[in-house]
């Protein structure tokens, strides 16, 4: 064999070492559930640890997720209790990336739009842990008061993001995919079906969760909403007792109910009219409006959001599984934060330092 020969043969067994090893050091991760809890964690995770192939598994996708329907805007909304320090951590990271996605040119295939909301109550009410996120916030003055009706005794005006789930999901799903994850569609019923084929389990299954866990503390608390096109609406108005006007950059959305433990998915008549009632109300100029359509979905509730690790012993084997349900109305507001927190969980699972 000659020197050549030689050479070129060590090179090739160097690149078979190099990619058997590279092989060895690829984790399986599927993340449970569609929406944008599961999406969020699926692009972090993808994005943050290249030796993780991810699989999006969910029966559910965009356009038909609890997301694509929601006002989608920035605030923590029916939300279980979290420690100030937790949930600030969430919203902090949250903003920021809604922020960095709405300074960026993809803002626009993003669905992510800057918004004013005036935030509406009947009795005054104490200054939320994560005021200082808004890029403005502060009490309503008695003018902007005297627009709305009487009852409302206090009021924050805050400029925050919109996000349409319509948009957002898709193009985050795209991340997902160039970064090598892969989109299953199907109904996970166990997580024994996961075990042994991967090494560790984010589930984001929503509601879902109260069967797949299972989880007798998660319930549903249904929204009915109407969208409408009502183009000279420039500005979002929420009120004490759950009806609300959210434009973003086509409709508005009107919302809503929020009824505990109604698993009914169908439009309610008489819901929708309390809703235009109660919008119309709020904003009369809202009656020249041209109602689009209906939607009903229900929000995965929970005393307290779970994200936490656990390690499950099933019929097929060991499976580390990272939980991130429960977020009520605020799924959008905390995606990237909670994502994080799970991608922080992950690590630990699989034993990957950090590399911050």
Sequence with gaps: MDLYTSW?????EKIRDYKSK?????????????????????VVIAENLPDVQVTVISETWSPDTTGDGSAGFWCPYLLGDV??????????????????????????????????????????QETPVYKDLFLDYRPMTKKELSIFPSRFQDGALMTTFFTECSKFLPALMKRIQKKGGRIVEKKVESFSELAGKFDAVINCSGVGARNLV?????????????RVRAPWIKHGVVADNDFYVIPNSEEVILGGTHQEGDWNVQVD????????????????????ATILRDWVGLRPYRPTPRVDRETLNTENGKIEVIHNYGHGGSGVTLSWGCAHSALRLLREALGISSRL
Aim: contains cysteine.
């Design 8 to 12: 070129v043969y060590l090179y090739v």
């Design 22 to 42: 590279k092989r060895i050091m690829v984790f399986k991760v599927a993340v449970v559930g569609g929406g944008v809890i599961g999406i969020t964690s699926a």
């Design 83 to 124: 420690p100030d320090e937790v949930l600030r951590e969430w919203c902090e990271i949250s903003f920021k990336t809604f922020h960095d996605i709405y300074k960026s040119s993809q803002a626009v295939e993003y669905g992510v739009g800057l918004l004013s909301v005036y935030y509406m109550y009947y009795t005054p």
């Design 214 to 226: 299972p989880d007798p503390e998660v319930m549903p608390i249904r929204g009915q909403v109407m």
């Design 269 to 288: 008549p008489v819901d929708r009219r309390n809703i235009w009632e109660g919008c119309t109300e709020l904003l009369p100029c809202l009656k020249d």
